[in-house]
């Protein structure tokens, strides 16, 4: 039977995503669903995205744009870096690329020019890195950057969870649109969870693998979790984002 699995914020640690995808037992026949950001943070980068590339020729994979993946995207093609990049992990990401072919660059520029800034598959539910705000579906989102940099979508869930959480007629409008959302960004790691959460009908994957978590897998029909070792056990000698505080890891 063919699983549809999504997979969390990555942040340049391949070991975890490669761990990950086997204590899923992933076959060929799985749809891989990544939620974006799969650069900044830990030192494979570049190794990441070569590594998913290559996924993509085995199994059905869909690949959503992270903000972090904007910026890098933007670096391969411009071959400067934004200020707010590099003090948001690129630095390690441009690192990561030192042994990398202008031909390898340009291959790895199209791929990051393919991904999605959103998804909604054949059961009506929809798979966005960040959140959008537009009351008429992600069809009608204004600005693209709120595809990548969005939080109001996640914590109006989390305030209107506690009291309408088992009432979806009383859901947003916007919300009502879809079966189920998916999204990324926002650590769980914030609210001490170390698994993905579910408020109203929004399931967070995002487990703060660039930080102190774990990357995640979760099979959204079974809703079976997979998650790798924390990250920070994966790479011991580095820090990745780890020494940030809380209001930078908000400002992600």
């Known amino acids: 039977m063919m699983r549809t699995l999504v997979i969390g914020d990555i942040h340049g640690g391949l070991k975890a995503l490669k761990q990950v995808l086997e204590r899923a037992k992933i076959t060929a026949k799985d749809q891989l669903v990544f939620m974006g950001d799969y650069v900044d943070g830990w030192s494979e980068s570049a190794q990441v995205i070569q590594y ?7 199994n059905t994979c869909v690949f959503l744009k992270g903000n972090h993946d904007m910026w890098c995207e933007k670096w391969l093609r411009t071959n400067k870096a934004e200020n707010v990049w590099i003090n948001h992990g690129g630095k390690g990401a441009i690192e990561s690329y030192k042994d990398f072919s202008k031909v390898e660059k340009e291959a790895h520029l ?35 950057s709120t595809f990548y940099f969005d939080r109001s979508l996640w914590q109006m869930a989390l305030d209107l969870h506690k009291t309408i959480g088992k009432n979806p007629e009383l859901y947003p409008k916007h919300l009502k649109l879809y079966n189920e959302i998916y999204i990324g960004h926002t650590p769980t790691t914030i ?62």
């Open 191 to 252: 609210y001490f969870q170390n698994e993905p959460m579910h408020a109203l009908n929004i399931w967070n994957v995002d487990t703060g693998a660039a930080f102190y978590g774990k990357l995640s897998a979760l099979d959204i029909n079974s809703k079976q979790v997979f998650q790798s070792d924390p990250l920070m056990e994966l790479y011991p000698n580095e820090k990745g984002r780890n020494d940030r505080s809380l209001n930078q890891i908000l400002g992600k």
């Open 110 to 144: 199209q791929f990051f020019d393919q991904m999605k800034n959103y998804y909604v598959d054949a059961e009506n539910r929809l798979f966005v890195h960040a959140g959008f705000t537009s009351i008429n579906g992600v069809e009608n989102e204004s600005l693209e």
């Open 52 to 58: 998913l590339m290559r996924l993509s020729e085995v």
